[in-house]
């Protein structure tokens, strides 16, 4: 089972500022098969970046994925008010999938 | 607009057996697998597994084999998963999502999720 590291636990930001998410796998994952997925409390996930680097449908240009092999990283340029939330990682290369277990990002 | 629907909330004793449905609506069913995944109160988000509507074909994690079974009906464009001897490690609220592109390979990221059904165990 590929187990997912993510850091920090939380990050304390303000709106306008930049947020870097890293995504940790025990063993390399292919590209194709990592995506990243925000959660806001009491809703269910959304997909924002799938394939690493490819932004899901109507997903902001503000967010952005990159990285290969056991490090991966979500951006986010200029966060808004409502980028507040849980972004968590995930494998789909092989079963099982797992889930990293999630930076919070609130606000400063 | 493409939707998944969630059957509503459950609470189950311990030993017995939950079904939960999902409605999709939007696309066309078969053309996208269904994946189904929990999430244990001010947990993180647990993968159980994956069904294709297209030939029924599944994927179990391991965590869960021998108490779980995924089905779909694409007559009424509805998924199920059943999770049977439940104990209260299982509660949690369980989602079905699904598959961003296709019905043929599990690998797959999840792009509509339903809203989620909060199922509780408890004697």
């Known amino acids: 089972e590929i187990v997912l590291t993510q850091s920090p636990g939380t990050l304390s930001l303000s709106p306008g500022e930049r947020a870097t998410l890293s995504c940790r796998a025990s063993q390399s994952v292919s590209s194709t098969y990592l995506g990243w997925y925000q959660q806001k409390p009491g809703q269910a996930p959304r997909l924002l970046i799938y394939g690493a680097s490819s932004r899901a449908t109507g997903i902001p240009d503000r967010f952005s994925g990159s990285g290969s092999g056991t490090d991966f990283t979500l951006t986010i340029s200029s966060l808004e008010p409502e980028d507040f939330a849980v972004y968590y990682c995930q494998h789909y290369g092989s079963s099982p999938f797992t889930f990293g277990p999630g930076t919070k990002v609130d606000i400063k | 607009q493409v939707q998944l629907v969630q059957s509503g909330p459950e609470l189950k004793k311990p030993g017995a057996s939950v079904k939960v449905s999902c409605n999709s609506s939007g696309y066309i069913f078969t053309y996208n697998g269904i994946n189904w995944v929990r999430q244990a109160p001010g947990q993180g988000l647990e993968w159980m597994g994956w069904?294709?509507?297209?030939?029924?074909?599944?994927k179990y994690a391991q965590n869960f084999q021998g108490r779980l079974t995924m089905t779909t009906d694409t007559s009424t464009s509805t998924a199920y998963m059943e999770l049977r001897s439940l104990t209260s490690d299982d509660t949690a609220v369980y989602y079905c999502?699904?598959?961003?592109?296709?019905?043929?390979?599990?690998?797959?990221?999840?792009?509509?999720w339903g809203q989620g059904t909060m199922v509780t165990v408890s004697p």
């Open positions: 999502a699904r598959a961003r592109y296709n019905w043929k390979d599990y690998r797959d990221a999840v792009d509509i």
């Open positions: 069904i294709s509507p297209y030939n029924g074909n599944t």
